[in-house]
């Protein structure tokens, strides 16, 4: 698959681009093409020996999308096809906002119902100016456990970046959530405990001046939150999680500390007793974006985080090939914990994995 | 967005306090909801597929040793329902999986991964003497394959669905570029492959039903071939009546040479594949008119024409004028089968096998019940023999196949509507369901072997046989 993941802009493109899917209801197109003897350059001025056009795609065929604006939300349900009932997924992406919907359309198509949340740039705060309160969340939850066609049973959360703030904690101090597992990705438990979203944000901005800038001036975001604090009152009380967490990290992640971070969660919850609970992701050379499998690989983008005007360039990090296939590696086991946890089992979900 | 459903999901409401989990379908039906429940799950892989193409259909999160229900349903271009079922026990883990467990009811028996698409046939509330030809080929079949809990019928599922899955089944890969073509008096549509070429080319004829047929062509294109489809009844941008063949040997001499002269085809690399009275076209154009073509593919065809000929150059009257050759069974279904004996054919109009030169694979359904294709493939091999070019001949024969062998993984018709005018006429292709599925998918597998081995490969027997090769730089 190393065509698809080591795709790149083209000489000449705008630079520091990250490809990313809006448009989920149609796929993306790639036209393969073989050319005579090793060439690295030059592949648009010539005619090709032979080509072929692959459609990729993040929704399959019969999952159904489904805007959803009640409740003052800003989401989109995806369900998959039949007639359910479906375990369901609150999906939460980072601190660039929007409503980012491809990883829902594909947990759809793998059979969980996935709603892709806006929490940053959601129509009320637009209008308002104000940011979501922590019921913004809860009632997200409501919408998937009085869905006809959800178990209200068997919800988790797949949170990454800033989304994994927002998971955890609401894993562990919402008394609405009864979340089956809980999934964060590249993300820390360090934040203002039971924060709201405007909180944790001015936490971040409070430390803004630890950020660093590499030699192409690209912004490394990761020092905000070091050290790890040893103050209770600014870390998530994972010693009181009471369902399954799977953590994956990338260590070579530049923009969140998020492999100290998750030394620091496995610490705690060993201390609390409730580290069975924990499995662990960790990948070298892995940068912060991990993302589902078989796209583009990017090390550095472009990044307006919400709370800023500027537009810099963020290093996520990473090295192609190790990043491409933790991606890989990681969806799947995503997938066997999602369905261990959501599917499986008639008591409670599994706890560890030490078979993945 | 979103295929069409047949029936659609049910719409669940509570009931009271006392069995709130329970829930109440819309027909009437009560199903219990227990959140505890585990939920199901069908996955078929891949989801988006071409049609020649196998799928793995699994059940998961089943309780164990327990009947369980797989159904096909979709809708054709006209909007019939066909569907197929199939009854399994689930394994001791709880999964079933179509590719390795065998089917103890239903459409099929047996382990077929592949049985509930070649094993689809019209929903009882269907119209009669259906068979199934997508006239569209720019779009997919949708298929919905339900998982039922209990060795049901697909009328039953509304109440005993547990998990669903839609798949789309595709004529045409993506990058395909389907032409209308309408020029030197061609009617026809040509596919192209995606990439630069250029590509070896078939000309693609099918049988008397007329029209321009359009999906083997497609797929052939998928397969990278270059492929036109060709009319030569029943169309309306054809000269004359709809019911005469009114071209002649230089219409099929310009749609071979419009699709070698394609600057996207390989002129030396253009086969001709045909179907029932295609057959005898494909073999006319091989021995009689100008064009060379690189191999020939016959599938159950005569070697004659079964048609009077008004002119020389190969026009026809009427297929229906002679029926004496024609049977009837007590249904009063008609049989084609005689009118391509050998014997009953005119002699004049019987093709020279003897001057073949290039390779010719031909393929016999033995239950075929529309043409004499045992005895056409005989005569073919003896000609052949007798001229001392055995080595161009190839037949695969089926037993159980029947008339219609076409692409894999489609349902066969043992009989459909042939006409209505004069009189309603339903007519027998023949084929019993597994013998006939096997064949399609052995036979298509085989016709794109061989050509690769005629159309992409060296040209091997032109060179043994002396005659000079010209150059095509036709890769891959």
Excluded at chain 2, 170 to 182: L, S
Aim: proline share 7%; hydrophobic share 40%; aromatic share 8%.
């Amino acid at each position: 698959m190393g065509l698809l993941w080591s795709l790149r802009p083209v000489p000449g493109s705008k630079p520091w681009l990250r490809m990313r899917k809006m448009n989920v209801q149609t796929p993306m197109e790639v036209t393969i093409s073989v050319y005579p003897g090793y060439q690295t350059e030059g592949f648009l001025d010539q005619v090709p020996l032979a080509g072929v056009v692959v459609e990729r795609w993040y929704m399959a065929p019969g999952v159904r999308r489904i805007p959803v604006t009640e409740a003052g939300l800003t989401a989109t349900l995806f369900l998959p096809p039949g007639p359910g009932p479906f375990p369901g997924l609150l999906d939460l992406w980072g601190g660039g906002g929007k409503l980012v919907e491809y990883r829902s359309a594909l947990l759809a198509s793998h059979g969980f119902a996935s709603l892709a949340l806006d929490y940053l740039t959601a129509k009320v705060t637009i209008e308002t100016g104000k940011m979501v309160d922590n019921q913004y969340f809860e009632r997200a939850y409501k919408v998937l456990e009085q869905h006809p066609q959800i178990l209200s049973s068997r919800i988790a959360i797949i949170g990454l970046s800033l989304g994994t703030s927002i998971t955890l904690k609401m894993a562990v101090y919402s008394q609405v959530a009864k979340l089956r597992c809980v999934v964060c990705i590249s993300g820390s438990h360090v934040q203002p405990v039971d924060g709201s979203v405007e909180q944790i944000m001015s936490f971040f901005n409070k430390n803004a001046e630890k950020t660093r800038f590499n030699n192409e001036n690209h912004m490394i975001c990761r020092d905000l939150l070091l050290p790890i604090p040893t103050d209770p009152s600014l870390k998530v009380d994972v010693g009181q999680l009471q369902c399954p967490l799977l953590l994956v990290v990338g260590e070579d992640d530049q923009n969140w500390p998020t492999h100290e971070s998750a030394m620091d969660i496995k610490e705690m919850m060993e201390r609390a007793g409730n580290s069975h609970l924990l499995t662990l992701l960790s990948y070298p050379d892995t940068g912060h974006l991990i993302e589902p499998p078989f796209t583009p690989f990017a090390k550095a983008s472009s990044f307006r985080a919400v709370s800023s005007r500027q537009k810099l360039v963020a290093l996520w990090g990473g090295e192609t090939a190790a990043h491409s296939r933790a991606q890989e590696d990681a969806w799947r086991k995503t997938l066997v914990f999602l369905r261990a946890n959501l599917y499986g089992g008639v008591n409670t979900g599994i706890a560890s994995f030490s078979n993945l | 967005m979103g295929p069409k459903i047949p029936g659609g999901a049910p719409e669940p409401s509570t009931l009271d306090g006392n069995c709130n989990n329970a829930v109440l379908l819309n027909h009437g039906g009560v199903r219990w909801k227990n959140s505890f429940r585990q939920s199901p799950v069908l996955t078929a892989a891949p989801v988006r597929a071409l049609i020649d193409e196998q799928i793995s259909i699994k059940g998961s999160f089943l309780p164990p040793e327990c009947p369980v229900t797989v159904c096909a349903q979709m809708h054709s271009d006209d909007g019939d329902l066909w569907e197929a079922f199939a009854h399994y026990n689930t394994n001791a883990d709880g999964t079933v999986n179509l590719t390795k467990d065998h089917s103890v009811g239903g459409s099929y028996l047996g382990c077929e991964p592949m049985g509930l698409f070649w094993g689809l046939q019209p929903a009882p509330c269907a119209r009669e003497g259906l068979r199934l030809r997508k006239k569209n080929v720019e779009t997919p079949y949708v298929m919905l394959l339900s998982l039922l809990e209990g060795h049901v019928s697909p009328s039953e599922r509304q109440s005993t669905e547990l998990a669903a899955v839609i798949t789309e089944r595709w004529y045409m890969a993506p990058g395909v570029r389907r032409t209308e073509i309408r020029q030197d008096g061609v009617v026809g549509t040509l596919f192209l492959p995606p990439g630069p070429g250029p590509f070896p080319a078939m000309l693609d004829l099918w049988g008397m039903g007329g029209g321009l047929v359009e999906y083997r062509s497609a797929l052939l294109a998928s397969r990278g071939y270059a492929s036109l489809s060709l009319a030569y009844i029943g169309h309306k941008d054809l000269p004359g009546s709809l019911t005469h063949i009114n071209v002649g040997d230089s219409y099929f001499e310009s749609a071979f040479h419009l699709l070698q002269d394609h600057r996207q085809v390989c002129a030396d690399r253009v086969g001709i594949i045909g179907l029932s009275f295609g057959v005898y076209l494909t073999l006319r154009i091989a021995t009689k008119t100008v064009v060379k073509p690189a191999c020939l593919i016959c599938v159950n065809g005569p070697v004659g024409s079964t048609v009077k000929f008004s002119d020389p150059d190969g026009r026809t009257e009427q297929f229906e004028s002679d029926q004496k050759y024609w049977t009837y069974n007590d249904q009063g279904h008609v049989s084609f089968k005689d009118v391509s004996l050998p014997a009953n054919l005119s002699a004049e109009s019987k093709v020279k096998i003897e001057h073949l030169t290039c390779p010719l694979m031909y393929i016999v359904g033995e239950d075929d019940l529309s043409a004499s294709s045992i005895e056409s493939a005989n005569l073919i091999e003896e000609t052949l023999k007798a001229a001392g070019k055995s080595q161009l001949f190839t037949c695969l024969s089926y037993p159980g196949a029947g008339h219609l062998i076409e692409p894999p993984y489609t349902p066969n018709s043992r009989a459909s509507l042939w006409s209505v005018k004069p009189q309603k006429l339903v007519t027998l292709w023949g084929g019993h369901p597994a013998p006939h599925a096997a064949a399609q998918e052995d036979a298509w597998k085989k016709i794109l072997d061989f050509m690769e081995r005629n159309l992409r490969r060296e040209l091997l027997i032109k060179k043994n046989a002396g005659l000079k090769v010209p150059l095509c730089s036709c890769t891959i």
